[in-house]
T-cell receptor, first 111, second 112 residues
């Protein structure tokens, strides 16, 4: 069964550094998402991406964040100048019509 | 934008009993309502969903109901088992706006 895959599973970074989280969505899906989940809290929408551009973004998704689909398969989330409060689990998702499926997540720890 | 509320935040039931989780949404344009189960440290997994043109949907021990007028939807789990213990998230989506908005989650514990 096809699934969304994310790398790395765990990323530790120094405060102020940049990180790139990677995702390979399900191949025939057209909509891609990034969500964030701080430990023990709800799954928060960050951004949606369709047709090679951002279609929606939340107030969390400020200039510190960017997304890219550099080739036909990868979908990346870049976080610049990481802060302690960026520590969370980041989930990528892709959507068929209309079901959305999630990757296993990248646990980002900013120290 | 869409806001999804969910109750209760925690729920404990005896094995074999039923569990009910209730959600409300704010945007009357929302037309798709998935439910996700998240086990500790794992990804949210889609367990059942319902579209706005349907009032009820059932899949074995799991059922969802939707009241569009009241903007309520619920998850019903019958004959609960210990492996049903997890956090359950309801969600809503207006397909035109292309994002799934999650409720805050319900932590379900099934006591053997």
């Amino acid at each position: 069964e096809p699934e969304v895959t994310q790398t790395p599973s765990h990323q530790v970074t120094q405060m102020g550094q940049e990180v790139i989280l990677r995702c390979v969505p399900i191949s025939n899906h057209l909509y891609f998402y990034w969500y964030r989940q701080i430990l023990g809290q709800k799954v928060e929408f960050l951004v949606s991406f369709y047709n090679n551009e951002i279609s929606e973004k939340s107030e969390i998704f400020d200039d510190q964040f960017s997304v890219e689909r550099p080739d036909g398969s990868n979908f990346t989330l870049k976080i610049r100048s990481t802060k302690l409060e960026d520590s969370a689990m980041y989930f990528c998702a892709s959507r068929g019509s209309p079901e959305a499926f999630f990757g296993q997540g990248t646990r980002l720890t900013v120290v | 934008g869409e806001n999804v509320e969910q109750h209760p935040s925690t729920l404990s039931v005896q094995e074999g009993d039923s569990a009910v989780i209730k959600c409300t949404y704010s945007d009357s344009a929302s037309n798709y309502f998935p439910w996700y189960k998240q086990e500790l440290g794992k990804r949210p997994q889609l367990i059942i969903d319902i579209r706005s043109n349907v009032g009820e949907k059932k899949d074995q021990r799991i059922a969802v109901t939707l009241n569009k007028t009241a903007k309520h939807f619920s998850l019903h789990i019958t004959e609960t088992q210990p492996e049903d213990s997890a956090v359950y998230f309801c969600a809503a989506m207006e397909t035109r706006y292309d994002k799934v908005i999650f409720g805050p989650g319900t932590s379900l514990s099934v006591i053997p």
